[in-house]
Protein backbone atom coordinates (compact mmCIF):
# COMPACT_ATOMS: atom_id res chain seq x y z
CA UNK A 1 0.00 0.00 0.00
CA UNK A 2 3.07 2.25 1.03
CA UNK A 3 4.89 1.58 -2.33
CA UNK A 4 1.48 2.34 -4.51
CA UNK A 5 1.45 5.50 -2.48
CA UNK A 6 4.77 6.40 -3.15
CA UNK A 7 4.80 5.22 -7.19
CA UNK A 8 1.35 8.03 -7.74
CA UNK A 9 2.28 10.88 -5.21
CA UNK A 10 4.89 13.45 -5.53
CA UNK A 11 8.51 11.82 -5.33
CA UNK A 12 10.34 15.07 -4.88
CA UNK A 13 12.89 15.39 -2.07
CA UNK A 14 11.23 18.01 0.87
CA UNK A 15 13.15 21.49 0.05
CA UNK A 16 14.69 23.23 2.35
CA UNK A 17 14.38 26.18 3.95
CA UNK A 18 15.94 29.97 3.43
CA UNK A 19 17.58 31.35 6.25
CA UNK A 20 16.69 34.15 7.18
CA UNK A 21 19.14 37.06 7.37
CA UNK A 22 19.40 38.89 10.82
CA UNK A 23 18.43 42.62 11.42
CA UNK A 24 21.83 43.23 12.82
CA UNK A 25 23.53 41.73 9.06
CA UNK A 26 20.86 44.16 7.33
CA UNK A 27 21.80 47.05 9.21
CA UNK A 28 25.55 46.24 9.03
CA UNK A 29 25.40 46.03 5.16
CA UNK A 30 22.88 49.51 4.64
CA UNK A 31 26.10 51.17 6.90
CA UNK A 32 28.88 49.45 4.47
CA UNK A 33 27.02 50.42 1.99
CA UNK A 34 26.42 54.00 3.26
CA UNK A 35 30.27 54.57 4.40
CA UNK A 36 30.90 53.35 0.75
CA UNK A 37 28.73 56.30 -1.15
CA UNK A 38 30.28 58.63 1.33
CA UNK A 39 33.70 57.61 0.66
CA UNK A 40 33.46 57.94 -2.87
CA UNK A 41 31.74 61.50 -2.63
CA UNK A 42 34.54 62.13 -0.55
CA UNK A 43 36.99 61.03 -3.08
CA UNK A 44 34.97 63.08 -5.91
CA UNK A 45 35.06 65.96 -4.51
CA UNK A 46 38.73 65.48 -3.33
CA UNK A 47 39.63 65.02 -7.09
CA UNK A 48 37.82 67.99 -7.92
CA UNK A 49 39.98 69.93 -5.99
CA UNK A 50 37.33 71.28 -3.27
CA UNK A 51 38.88 71.37 0.40
CA UNK A 52 38.23 72.79 3.85
CA UNK A 53 40.77 74.56 5.35
CA UNK A 54 41.39 75.46 9.10
CA UNK A 55 44.22 78.41 10.14
CA UNK A 56 44.73 79.89 13.57
CA UNK A 57 45.51 83.30 12.96
CA UNK A 58 45.95 84.29 16.77
CA UNK A 59 44.01 82.55 19.96
CA UNK A 60 41.35 84.42 19.23
CA UNK A 61 41.01 84.57 15.71
CA UNK A 62 40.63 82.00 13.01
CA UNK A 63 40.16 81.52 9.06
CA UNK A 64 38.33 78.55 7.55
CA UNK A 65 38.09 77.81 3.79
CA UNK A 66 35.79 75.50 1.75
CA UNK A 67 36.21 75.65 -1.73
CA UNK A 68 38.47 74.76 -4.69
CA UNK A 69 42.01 75.25 -4.43
CA UNK A 70 44.86 75.64 -6.97
CA UNK A 71 47.93 73.40 -7.43
CA UNK A 72 50.00 75.17 -4.60
CA UNK A 73 47.36 73.96 -2.48
CA UNK A 74 46.07 77.85 -2.26
CA UNK A 75 42.19 79.38 -2.06
CA UNK A 76 40.59 79.50 -5.85
CA UNK A 77 37.38 79.41 -5.79
CA UNK A 78 35.27 79.20 -2.33
CA UNK A 79 34.45 81.33 1.05
CA UNK A 80 36.33 82.58 3.51
CA UNK A 81 34.98 82.92 6.68
CA UNK A 82 36.45 84.74 9.80
CA UNK A 83 35.77 84.11 13.91
CA UNK A 84 35.30 87.50 14.38
CA UNK A 85 32.27 87.78 11.74
CA UNK A 86 33.62 88.78 8.64
CA UNK A 87 33.35 86.22 5.26
CA UNK A 88 34.62 86.79 1.78
CA UNK A 89 34.25 85.56 -1.47
CA UNK A 90 37.37 84.66 -3.06
CA UNK A 91 37.13 84.22 -7.33
CA UNK A 92 40.62 84.24 -8.79
CA UNK A 93 39.03 84.22 -12.20
CA UNK A 94 38.05 87.33 -11.36
CA UNK A 95 41.58 88.03 -9.53
CA UNK A 96 39.54 89.70 -6.59
CA UNK A 97 38.45 88.92 -2.97
CA UNK A 98 35.46 90.31 -2.15
CA UNK A 99 34.66 90.89 1.74
CA UNK A 100 31.24 91.13 3.79
CA UNK A 101 31.94 94.47 5.20
CA UNK A 102 32.47 96.16 1.52
CA UNK A 103 36.54 95.96 1.46
CA UNK A 104 37.67 94.26 -2.48
CA UNK A 105 41.13 92.41 -2.39
CA UNK A 106 43.29 92.14 -5.38
CA UNK A 107 45.98 89.81 -4.84
CA UNK A 108 47.41 86.23 -3.53
CA UNK A 109 46.89 84.79 -0.37
CA UNK A 110 49.25 82.42 1.20
CA UNK A 111 48.00 80.44 4.37
CA UNK A 112 44.99 81.92 4.32
CA UNK A 113 45.92 85.42 4.39
CA UNK A 114 46.65 88.21 2.45
CA UNK A 115 50.95 88.01 2.36
CA UNK A 116 52.84 89.65 -0.41
CA UNK A 117 52.21 92.31 -3.08
CA UNK A 118 48.09 92.83 -3.28
CA UNK A 119 45.45 95.85 -3.88
CA UNK A 120 42.53 96.84 -1.45
CA UNK A 121 39.88 99.41 -1.52
CA UNK A 122 38.26 99.78 1.87
CA UNK A 123 34.42 99.91 1.45
CA UNK A 124 35.20 103.65 2.74
CA UNK A 125 36.84 104.69 -0.52
CA UNK A 126 40.65 104.41 0.36
CA UNK A 127 42.78 102.45 -1.36
CA UNK A 128 46.16 100.94 -0.79
CA UNK A 129 48.57 99.56 -2.75
CA UNK A 130 51.45 97.25 -1.31
CA UNK A 131 53.46 95.08 0.68
CA UNK A 132 50.96 92.64 3.53
CA UNK A 133 52.20 90.19 5.54
CA UNK A 134 49.50 88.05 7.70
CA UNK A 135 46.74 89.99 6.51
CA UNK A 136 47.74 93.38 7.83
CA UNK A 137 49.75 96.21 5.74
CA UNK A 138 53.09 95.62 6.21
CA UNK A 139 56.00 96.85 4.44
CA UNK A 140 56.07 99.67 1.77
CA UNK A 141 53.26 101.11 -0.02
CA UNK A 142 50.84 103.78 -1.05
CA UNK A 143 47.52 104.53 1.02
CA UNK A 144 45.28 106.86 -0.40
CA UNK A 145 42.71 108.11 1.26
CA UNK A 146 39.34 109.10 0.17
CA UNK A 147 39.53 112.62 1.54
CA UNK A 148 42.57 113.65 -0.79
CA UNK A 149 46.02 112.52 1.33
CA UNK A 150 48.22 110.47 0.76
CA UNK A 151 50.81 108.40 2.32
CA UNK A 152 53.26 106.97 1.00
CA UNK A 153 55.98 104.79 2.66
CA UNK A 154 56.43 102.06 5.25
CA UNK A 155 53.81 100.49 7.83
CA UNK A 156 54.00 98.03 10.13
CA UNK A 157 50.71 95.86 11.84
CA UNK A 158 48.42 97.94 9.47
CA UNK A 159 49.49 101.67 10.85
CA UNK A 160 51.84 104.09 9.39
CA UNK A 161 55.59 103.33 10.99
CA UNK A 162 58.93 104.18 9.59
CA UNK A 163 60.07 106.90 6.97
CA UNK A 164 57.55 108.02 4.58
CA UNK A 165 55.92 110.86 3.11
CA UNK A 166 52.62 112.53 3.79
CA UNK A 167 50.70 114.28 1.25
CA UNK A 168 47.80 116.15 2.34
CA UNK A 169 45.03 117.22 0.16
CA UNK A 170 45.46 120.86 0.56
CA UNK A 171 49.28 120.72 -1.06
CA UNK A 172 50.91 120.74 2.69
CA UNK A 173 53.80 117.69 2.82
CA UNK A 174 55.18 115.82 5.77
CA UNK A 175 58.49 114.07 5.07
CA UNK A 176 59.91 112.31 7.93
CA UNK A 177 59.23 109.86 10.76
CA UNK A 178 56.22 107.69 11.86
CA UNK A 179 55.31 105.51 14.57
CA UNK A 180 52.42 103.98 15.26
CA UNK A 181 50.54 105.94 12.75
CA UNK A 182 51.61 109.17 14.18
CA UNK A 183 54.43 111.99 13.15
CA UNK A 184 57.14 110.61 15.47
CA UNK A 185 60.68 111.42 15.48
CA UNK A 186 63.18 113.62 12.77
CA UNK A 187 61.10 115.28 10.28
CA UNK A 188 59.79 118.35 7.48
CA UNK A 189 56.51 119.66 7.24
CA UNK A 190 56.04 122.10 4.66
CA UNK A 191 53.17 123.80 4.59
CA UNK A 192 50.28 125.18 2.16
CA UNK A 193 51.07 128.69 3.62
CA UNK A 194 54.77 128.58 2.60
CA UNK A 195 55.38 127.90 6.49
CA UNK A 196 58.49 124.99 6.92
CA UNK A 197 59.33 123.54 10.00
CA UNK A 198 62.72 121.02 10.26
CA UNK A 199 62.62 118.98 13.87
CA UNK A 200 61.48 116.47 15.85
CA UNK A 201 58.38 115.24 16.56
CA UNK A 202 56.32 113.12 19.54
CA UNK A 203 52.98 111.85 19.35
CA UNK A 204 52.04 113.73 16.07
CA UNK A 205 53.15 117.07 18.03
CA UNK A 206 56.23 119.17 17.22
CA UNK A 207 58.36 118.05 20.17
CA UNK A 208 61.86 118.98 21.29
CA UNK A 209 64.19 121.01 19.39
CA UNK A 210 63.33 122.10 15.64
CA UNK A 211 63.45 125.45 12.93
CA UNK A 212 60.11 126.98 12.25
CA UNK A 213 60.58 129.37 9.24
CA UNK A 214 57.47 131.61 8.24
CA UNK A 215 56.57 132.57 4.79
CA UNK A 216 56.94 135.64 5.92
CA UNK A 217 60.73 135.35 6.59
CA UNK A 218 60.51 135.27 10.63
CA UNK A 219 62.10 132.37 11.86
CA UNK A 220 62.29 130.22 15.62
CA UNK A 221 64.91 127.55 16.34
CA UNK A 222 64.14 126.31 19.54
CA UNK A 223 62.27 124.08 22.24
CA UNK A 224 58.87 122.98 21.45
CA UNK A 225 56.24 121.31 23.97
CA UNK A 226 53.35 119.51 22.44
CA UNK A 227 53.43 122.11 19.12
CA UNK A 228 53.98 124.99 21.52
CA UNK A 229 57.37 126.97 21.76
CA UNK A 230 58.11 126.43 25.15
CA UNK A 231 61.60 126.54 26.84
CA UNK A 232 64.85 128.18 25.23
CA UNK A 233 65.32 129.58 21.64
CA UNK A 234 65.99 132.55 19.57
CA UNK A 235 63.46 134.50 17.24
CA UNK A 236 64.34 136.31 14.09
CA UNK A 237 61.79 138.54 12.80
CA UNK A 238 62.06 139.69 9.17
CA UNK A 239 62.92 143.19 10.41
CA UNK A 240 66.34 141.85 11.69
CA UNK A 241 65.19 141.75 15.54
CA UNK A 242 65.91 139.03 17.60
CA UNK A 243 65.01 137.51 20.67
CA UNK A 244 66.95 134.57 22.06
CA UNK A 245 65.74 133.44 25.54
CA UNK A 246 63.13 131.56 27.32
CA UNK A 247 59.38 130.85 25.74
CA UNK A 248 56.40 129.54 27.14
CA UNK A 249 53.03 128.84 25.16
CA UNK A 250 54.42 130.76 22.11
CA UNK A 251 55.08 134.18 24.26
CA UNK A 252 58.61 135.37 25.06
CA UNK A 253 58.49 134.82 28.80
CA UNK A 254 61.58 134.49 31.17
CA UNK A 255 64.86 135.74 31.18
CA UNK A 256 66.15 137.24 27.74
CA UNK A 257 68.18 139.07 25.39
CA UNK A 258 66.20 141.17 22.93
CA UNK A 259 68.58 142.91 19.96
CA UNK A 260 67.30 145.62 17.24
CA UNK A 261 68.81 146.23 14.15
CA UNK A 262 70.65 149.58 15.66
CA UNK A 263 72.24 147.68 17.81
CA UNK A 264 70.66 148.45 20.65
CA UNK A 265 70.23 145.44 23.06
CA UNK A 266 68.49 144.88 26.14
CA UNK A 267 68.91 142.15 28.78
CA UNK A 268 65.85 141.39 30.89
CA UNK A 269 63.11 139.63 32.01
CA UNK A 270 59.63 139.27 30.31
CA UNK A 271 56.27 138.09 31.09
CA UNK A 272 53.66 136.93 28.00
CA UNK A 273 56.19 138.68 25.06
CA UNK A 274 56.01 142.16 27.45
CA UNK A 275 58.97 143.53 28.94
CA UNK A 276 58.61 143.60 32.76
CA UNK A 277 62.01 144.38 34.24
CA UNK A 278 66.09 145.09 33.22
CA UNK A 279 68.27 142.68 34.39
CA UNK A 280 70.35 144.86 37.09
CA UNK A 281 73.85 144.86 36.53
Known sequence: MNQQMNRGGNNRPPRKKKKKRSFAAVIITILLAAILCVAGLIAAVYASGVRYIKVNVTDDLCVKFLGQVDEAGEPYKGRLIYSNGVSADVNLDREEISYSNGDVYTGGLDNLMKNGEGQII???????????????????????????????????????????????????????????????????????????????????????????????????????????????????????????????????????VYSWPSGRVYTGYFENGVIVRAETP
Open 122 to 256: YANGDTYVGTFVNDKISGSGVYTYVGGDIYEGTFADGVKSGSGVYTFADGSVYEGEFANDRKHGMGEYRYASGDIYVGSYENDMKNGSGIYTWASGDVYEGDYVNDVRSGTGTYTWISGESYTGEFQNNLLSGAG
